[in-house]
């Protein structure tokens, strides 16, 4: 069983930085796809960027040119760039890994970190 663990959440500035991390316990490379969601206060959870194995990324509408997806298959470790944050942006941050086979597959997820964008 592998273990995403996030961090790098805290309080930022609006128009500041951040970087997020979720580090695994094991290989990402057996991952297909793995992406960041967040839950924003009094909303629903909702997919925030994404990045499959190959490296291809997408992205919200809301982060697009603002954030940045990546992973390092040596480290084990997406990250999620954060620049220009806004007040939107504040909510609970997700990492997600997905494993897929022939037949099923399995979801990973890490307990969240918390981003507070502050105005």
């Known amino acids: 069983q592998v273990q995403l663990v996030e961090s790098g959440g805290g309080l930022v500035q609006a128009g500041g930085s951040l970087r997020l991390s979720c580090a695994a316990s094991g290989s990402i490379a057996r991952f297909n796809t793995m992406g960041w969601y967040r839950r924003a206060p009094g909303k629903q959870r909702e997919l925030v960027a994404g990045i499959t194995s190959g490296g291809d990324t997408d992205y919200a509408d809301s982060i697009k040119g603002r954030f940045t997806i990546s992973r390092d298959n040596a480290k084990n470790t997406m990250y999620l760039q954060m620049n220009s944050v806004k007040s939107e942006d504040t909510g609970v941050y997700y990492c997600?890994?997905?494993?897929?086979?022939?037949?099923?597959?399995?979801?990973?997820w890490g307990k969240g970190t918390l981003v507070t964008v502050s105005s």
């Open positions: 997600n890994a997905k494993e897929r086979w022939l037949v099923g597959g399995l979801d990973y």
